[in-house]
């Protein structure tokens, strides 16, 4: 079976801090890989989506980027947080082929002070 | 483009009583169709999917969901509520011409005892 990890669980960075999250999926291969942020414990916002090692297609210009260098690893980085980054970032992936439903990770919550 | 719709920020009822979850969509072809769950602090669970078929969805943990064609809608439905089934509630249409999905705001549900 699929599973899809995620850390660290918690982090909390100063501003003007570098961030790395990484997220990792196990049991398939070339999946579609996805990062969303969630503010306020509601509406979810897509950032990026991967649908190959090197191809990240961004949703929203901002302070963040992400990368895939390998075909189950996703990353999300910063190099330097705002406190407007702040947030709880989940990653998913779906399958390339067939089912169109995608799966989540347990998440990462983000704190910048 | 693609959207949905949750017209309730927060549903209450009672354990044992029915529960339904308001979505509505818009879409430009054949919609394919989503519910996901969210405890605190967690990932989405993927609950159910309308794709093509019958209209009444079965899905995880009891929880059903009714595609309306014609009014637009795609609610979800339970017979009896638990009070573990308070969480927040996300609607999700799947996005023209790739496996992204679009989310609705979330629905808080709150089964009280």
């Known amino acids: 079976s699929q599973t899809i990890h995620q850390w660290p669980a918690t982090l909390v960075q100063p501003v003007g801090s570098p961030l790395s999250l990484e997220c990792t999926v196990e049991?398939?291969?070339?999946?579609?890989l996805y990062w969303y942020r969630q503010a306020a414990g509601r509406g979810l916002q897509l950032l990026f989506y991967?649908?190959?090692?090197?191809?990240i297609s961004s949703e929203v210009p901002q302070n963040l980027s992400a990368s895939r260098p390998q075909d189950r690893q996703f990353i999300l980085s910063s190099k330097k947080l705002l406190l407007s980054d702040s947030g709880f970032y989940l990653c998913?992936?779906?399958?390339?082929?067939?089912?169109?439903?995608?799966?989540f990770g347990p998440g990462t919550r983000l704190t910048v002070l | 483009a693609q959207s949905v719709a949750q017209p309730e920020d927060q549903v209450n009822v009672a354990e044992g009583n029915p529960l339904t979850v308001k979505c509505t969509y818009s879409v430009s072809g054949n919609p394919y169709l989503f519910w996901y769950v969210q405890y605190p602090n967690r990932g989405l669970q993927f609950l159910l999917k309308?794709?093509?078929?019958?209209?009444l969805v079965k899905g995880s943990y009891g929880f059903e969901a009714e595609f309306n064609k014609s009014q637009t809608s795609f609610h979800l439905k339970k017979p009896s509520a638990l009070v573990s089934d308070s969480a927040l509630y996300f609607c999700a249409v799947r996005d023209k011409g790739f496996q992204k999905l679009v989310f609705g705001t979330g629905t808080r549900l709150l089964v009280s005892p």
């Open positions: 049991g398939t291969s070339n999946p579609n």
């Open positions: 998913a992936w779906s399958t390339s082929k067939g089912r169109p439903e995608q799966f």
């Open positions: 309308y794709i093509t078929g019958d209209n």
């Open positions: 991967s649908v190959g090692i090197g191809q």
